[in-house]
């Protein structure tokens, strides 16, 4: 098997956002990813690079907001995720793909082979204390198998 690492993104707190954690927690519990890695954060951006070493295979679970309707599940290899929308100077502000476009400079090493994003279109962002969307929530069977037809492939 190829080194595999999960990154499953979010707030486990705010409505869809809570997305990635409701992922982790579902792969904690089964025995999809034998022999790889899964890590669950609450922050997106450069944290993600503390976690690369080389894998062949990095899977990036996160609701998004690319205007489809909610529930809807993409799969997108690292030059389809959007970059950022403004002027991302801090890390704070940093997407997905600029984070690893500065780890291809400084860490290049431990870069993935391949980047995919598993995303689920979400539309709560803004609420604390609420659960999933029933439409985000009715995705996570088909996340799991998307990863899973990832790791397989």
């Given at each position: ?33 034998a ?5 669950f ?11 690369l070493?080389?894998?062949d295979?990095?899977?990036?679970v996160?609701?998004?907001?690319f ?11 690292l ?5 950022a929308?403004?002027?991302p ?19 290049p ?5 391949r ?6 279109e979400?539309l709560?962002?803004?609420q ?8 985000v929530?009715?995705a ?14």
């Open positions: 098997m190829s080194k595999v690492l999960i990154v499953c993104i979010g707030n486990s707190l705010v409505g869809d956002d809570a997305l990635g954690y409701k992922v982790y927690e579902r792969l904690q519990t089964g025995s999809l990813l022999g790889g890695r899964t890590v954060l609450e922050l997106s951006g450069m944290q993600i690079l503390d976690f070493n080389g894998d295979l990095l899977v990036i996160d609701a998004v907001q205007g489809d309707p909610p529930g809807t599940v993409h799969v997108r290899d030059a389809d995720i959007p970059q929308e403004g002027n100077i801090t890390s704070h502000h940093m997407g997905l793909r600029e984070a690893l476009s500065l780890g291809t400079l400084l860490y090493e431990k870069m993935p082979r980047t995919v994003l598993v995303g689920v979400g709560c962002f803004d604390i204390g609420v659960p999933l969307t029933p439409q929530e009715a996570i069977d088909e996340v799991i198998v998307e990863i899973r037809n990832l790791i397989l492939n």
